[in-house]
C-alpha cells in the first residue's frame, strides 16, 4: 500500500461546506487503495485574525503566548476533518504537531523543524484509520514549549511527514490550479506550469510566490520528495515540483526536450528599504552596518551600495528586509551610528519586488535586456537590482507592481491564449 500524505490550506477549509468536501477527497484516497496523513492549516483567515486579536490584547505579544494561540487555528480544523470523515465511515484520529513527533528548536513564531518522529501517525495507520495533523506547529525539543513554522508553515510539516514517513508524495492542495507563470490574481492570463525543478520553485517562492512555503520547498529538495501542487476545487493534474536535469523536463515518452526558458514572474509586497547615507568609505564599515542588522536576527534581501561622491568620501548603503522587522533594523543601526559615524537613516516600505525566474536564462542570452525593456515599455522606474544564476529582480514602488509584473509576463510570451486561470477561493491574504 502506497503513502500519500496531502495538505489542505486554509481556503479549503474554510467552511463546513468545504471541510466536507475535503472528507469526501480524502476518503476516495484512501478507498483507492492508499494510506493517507492528511496536514491541515487554520479555517480561512483564522491565523490573521488570530493574530489582529491578540494584538488588540497587548501590542507585543511574548513568543510563546502567540504560537499557543495560533496553534489552536490548526487544532480547530483537524478536529472538524476527523469528525467529518468519520461521519462519512471511516476512522480518522487527529494530532497536534506535537503529537505528530514534529520536533523543533525554541524560536517562537519561526521555529525550524529539526526531528520528526511519527510513532503514532505510524500506529493509527496500522490501525487502518486516516490520520489527521495539525500544520504549522511543533514541540520545542528544548523547551518543551509549543512553537509555530512561520507563516504558511503548514506546506512544510505536510513534506516533513512525508519524507519522515517514506510518503510516495506529497500532495498540496490549494485555491488555484497549481503554480502559475505569475499570479493569477494580477494576471488572469497566466499559465499553469506542469513541471518545475525544485531549483526553480525555490526561487520562486523566495521571490514571494506564495503557493509554495519556501522550507517547504528546501526540505523537499534535502529528501527527493516530489510535490503535487493542485486545487481542491477541482480534479485537474496540477503543478509537479520535482528533481529536474536544469533546462530540460521529461515528456510522457520519457525523452527530454528543451524546457521553457522562463518559470514565470514572481512578486513581494512584503519588503521594505533601509538606505544608510553617508556611509565613510573606509574598510570594515559594511561589515559593521550588517553585523549589527544580522545581531538583530534580521535577515536581509538585496543590498546595493552607490559609487562614493569623491567629494565627500562618503556613499550611501540601502538593503531590503521584511517589513516586520523594519523597526528592529533602525534601532540596531542607530545604537552603532555614533560607531560608524553615517549622516541619517531613510526606511521605505512602499516598494515591491518583481523577479523573472527560469533555469533556462543560464544559457540563453538577452534574457535581462528583454526584461528592462519590458519594464521601461511600461513606464517602471527601477530603484534596486539583483541577480541570481536563475533570476532578476528588481525593486520598484509599490503600485508599480501590477503594471510591471504584466508588461515582463507579456514581453516573455508566457500569457495563456485560451486561459483564464481559476482562483477558485481565498483572499490572498
Ligand atoms: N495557518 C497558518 C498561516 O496562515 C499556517 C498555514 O496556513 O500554512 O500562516
Ligand atoms: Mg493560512
Redesign the pocket.
Known amino acids: 500500500m502506497s503513502l500519500v500524505v496531502q495538505k489542505y ?2 481556503s479549503s477549509v474554510a467552511d463546513a461546506e468545504s471541510i466536507k468536501q475535503v472528507a469526501q477527497r480524502i476518503v476516495a484516497t484512501r478507498r483507492a487503495g492508499h494510506e493517507v496523513v492528511v496536514v491541515v ?2 479555517m480561512g483567515d483564522t ?1 490573521d485574525e488570530l493574530i489582529e486579536l491578540a494584538e488588540k490584547v497587548a501590542p507585543l505579544p511574548p513568543g510563546r503566548e502567540l504560537d499557543m494561540l495560533l496553534t489552536a ?2 487544532r480547530i480544523s483537524m478536529a472538524l476533518v476527523a469528525m467529518a470523515i468519520a461521519n462519512l465511515g471511516h476512522e480518522a484520529r487527529s494530532f497536534t504537531g506535537s503529537q505528530a513527533g514534529v520536533i523543533t528548536d525554541s524560536a517562537h513564531g519561526r521555529a525550524r523543524i529539526i526531528d520528526v518522529t511519527p510513532g503514532r501517525i505510524r500506529g493509527a495507520l496500522d490501525a487502518g484509520a486516516i490520520a489527521i495533523v495539525a ?2 506547529q511543533g514541540v520545542s525539543q528544548s523547551t518543551k514549549d509549543i512553537t509555530t513554522l512561520g ?5 512544510t510539516t505536510a513534506v516533513a511527514l512525508a519524507a519522515a514517513l517514506g510518503a510516495q508524495v506529497c500532495e498540496i492542495y490549494t485555491d488555484v490550479d497549481g503554480v502559475f507563470t505569475a499570479d493569477p490574481r494580477i494576471v488572469p492570463t497566466a499559465r499553469r506550469i506542469p513541471r518545475i525543478s525544485y531549483e526553480e520553485m525555490l526561487e520562486m517562492a523566495a521571490s514571494g510566490a506564495k503557493v509554495l512555503h519556501l522550507r517547504c520547498v528546501e526540505y523537499a529538495r534535502r529528501y527527493g520528495m516530489p510535490i503535487h501542487v493542485r486545487s481542491s476545487f477541482s480534479q485537474a493534474e496540477g503543478t509537479w515540483v520535482t528533481e529536474n536535469q536544469p533546462g530540460t523536463t521529461e515528456t510522457e515518452g520519457g525523452q527530454d526536450m528543451e524546457q521553457a526558458i522562463i518559470s514565470g514572474v514572481a512578486h513581494d509586497r512584503s519588503e521594505a528599504k533601509v538606505t544608510v547615507v553617508g556611509v565613510p568609505d573606509k574598510v570594515g564599515e559594511a561589515a559593521r552596518i550588517f553585523t549589527a542588522v544580522s545581531g538583530a536576527e534580521i535577515n536581509i534581501d538585496m543590498i546595493v551600495q552607490n559609487v562614493s561622491a569623491a567629494a565627500t568620501g562618503r556613499t550611501d548603503i540601502s538593503f531590503t528586509l521584511p517589513k516586520s522587522d523594519g523597526q528592529a533594523a533602525l534601532k540596531a543601526l542607530e545604537r552603532i551610528q555614533p560607531e560608524v559615524g553615517f549622516e541619517s537613516l531613510r526606511y521605505d516600505d512602499r516598494i515591491g519586488k518583481v523577479s523573472l525566474v527560469g533555469a533556462g536564462m543560464r544559457s540563453n542570452p538577452g534574457v535581462s535586456a528583454k526584461f528592462f525593456a519590458a519594464l521601461a515599455d511600461a513606464g517602471v522606474n527601477i530603484e534596486m537590482i539583483s541577480t541570481s544564476e536563475i533570476r532578476i529582480s528588481v525593486v520598484v514602488d509599490q503600485d508599480d507592481v501590477d503594471t510591471a509584473v504584466a508588461s515582463v509576463h507579456r514581453a516573455f510570451e508566457l500569457d495563456d491564449p485560451d486561459g483564464a486561470a481559476v482562483v477558485y477561493a481565498g483572499t490572498g491574504r
Open positions: 490550506g486554509g492549516s487554520a491565523t487555528g490548526e500544520g504549522f507563516r504558511g508553515g503548514s506546506d
